[in-house]
């Protein structure tokens, strides 16, 4: 089975800080992936990024950054210097192998609310 | 521009009625899903179509039912069974089924009378 969590459930945060979303999954498959997306008012989620499990290299995208770490199962999403239009909902979610292929599991998504 | 269209954005339901959800796309991805999105609980996969003609249930496609006539297109029926179907719903779709990254519509807001 799997799983992902985001403990966060809500994050609020004054303009100009740095504000890190946590997420651990859970998978017994040895390929898998991971994805962060973006849920702002409007509703659509928009993809942030994504992973596979062979590539634990951090990445860097202007002011969002991930961290991976299969020894922990945990795939951080770090934005630096936060924006009010941050402000969404985030989610984390795995994609895994096998009969899973395709099929997205989600986390429960971490409210960022980014004040002025 | 591409993308996917989802209507209406808002639907109420009255008791023993079935709606049906739009969701079109014009991105010609073969793969489509729908998913339900309730407040702190992220998204869970309802049903899911892989080409034409085709398609799977998802974690929780009891009380919904689905079609796949055409590649653009895959709507969504709540049925009377869905006994509790208030929510957040979201169509989605990806080039094929795989790993690929999802484009989403803008959702429907599914309320019961």
New interface residues.
């Given amino acids: 089975a799997q799983k992902?969590t985001?403990a966060q459930?809500e994050i609020s945060v004054v303009e100009k800080e740095d504000v890190t979303l946590d997420c651990v999954y859970e998978t017994r498959d040895t390929t898998y992936?991971l994805?962060w997306?973006k849920q702002p008012p409007?509703?659509?989620?928009?993809?942030l990024i994504?992973r596979?499990s062979f590539d634990e290299q951090n990445e860097i995208s202007g002011r969002y950054s991930w961290n991976f770490q299969k020894s922990t199962s945990s795939f951080n999403f770090t934005i630096t210097a936060s924006q009010v239009v941050d402000s969404a909902v985030y989610?984390c979610a795995l994609?895994a192998?096998g009969t899973s292929?395709?099929?997205?599991t989600?986390?429960?998504?971490t409210i960022l609310t980014v004040h002025p | 521009d591409g993308g996917?269209t989802q209507s209406p954005k808002y639907l109420f339901r009255k008791e023993g009625q079935n709606v049906t959800l739009s969701c079109e796309q014009n991105l010609n991805h073969d793969?489509m899903?729908w998913?339900r999105q309730d407040p702190?609980?992220?998204?869970?996969?309802i049903y899911?179509s892989?080409i034409v003609n085709d398609f799977q249930k998802?974690d929780i496609a009891e009380g919904y039912s689905v079609s796949r006539e055409k590649k653009e297109s895959f709507p969504l029926t709540v049925t009377s069974a869905q006994k509790n179907p208030t929510a957040?719903y979201?169509c989605?779709s990806?080039i094929?089924?795989?790993?690929?990254?999802?484009?989403?519509?803008?959702?429907t807001q599914l309320s019961v009378l």
Avoid at chain 1, 106 to 109: D, I, L, P, R, S
């Fill in positions: 992902v985001q459930t992936y994805f997306y409007s509703g659509e989620l928009v993809f994504r596979n989610f994609n192998g292929y395709g099929k997205l989600f986390g429960q998504g | 996917i793969a899903y998913y702190g609980q992220g998204l869970r996969l899911y892989q998802g957040f979201l989605a990806s094929q089924l795989t790993n690929e990254k999802l484009f989403f519509g803008s959702g």
